[in-house]
């Protein structure tokens, strides 16, 4: 299972859709992709027009958002104690925590900002 962070939502399927082709081909390869709530949290609070919410919801629908909860939120809180820059990561570190409880890949634009997270794999899509 291969989760994904906002910054490749959204470089998926806003604007010039930069990752869509990366995106389709998880799917067409039978990866199975889930959206953590708090993706979907910082999704809908962007800018997002009609298309771009349709289409979300046709790939990944609302009711389908993994849920962040007591045992990601114990692990978001430990991640927020041991590393650097805790203040500006508090959601990322709750996003990773649902990749870690899932044992899941997490698929992000920003590596930078969970290169340090114990444990965590990200993923990279092959558009090869």
């Known amino acids: 299972m291969i989760l994904l962070d906002t910054s490749a939502l959204v470089e998926s399927l806003s604007g010039a859709r930069r990752s869509f082709l990366a995106l389709v081909g998880w799917l067409e390869r039978g990866e199975l992709l889930g959206l953590p709530a708090l993706v979907l949290y910082e999704w809908l609070s962007g800018p997002r027009t009609e298309a771009e919410l349709a289409l979300q919801r046709q790939l990944f629908p609302d009711a389908a958002a993994l849920p962040f909860g007591p045992e990601e939120a114990a692990l978001s809180a430990e991640l927020y104690r041991t590393l650097p820059r ?7 570190f709750g996003i990773a925590a649902c990749a870690l409880r899932r044992d899941a890949g997490l698929w992000t634009l920003n590596t930078e900002d969970f290169a340090d997270i114990p444990g965590l794999k990200l993923a990279r899509p092959d558009v090869g």
Do not use: E, M, Y
């Open 86 to 92: 805790a203040r500006s990561r508090v959601v990322d």
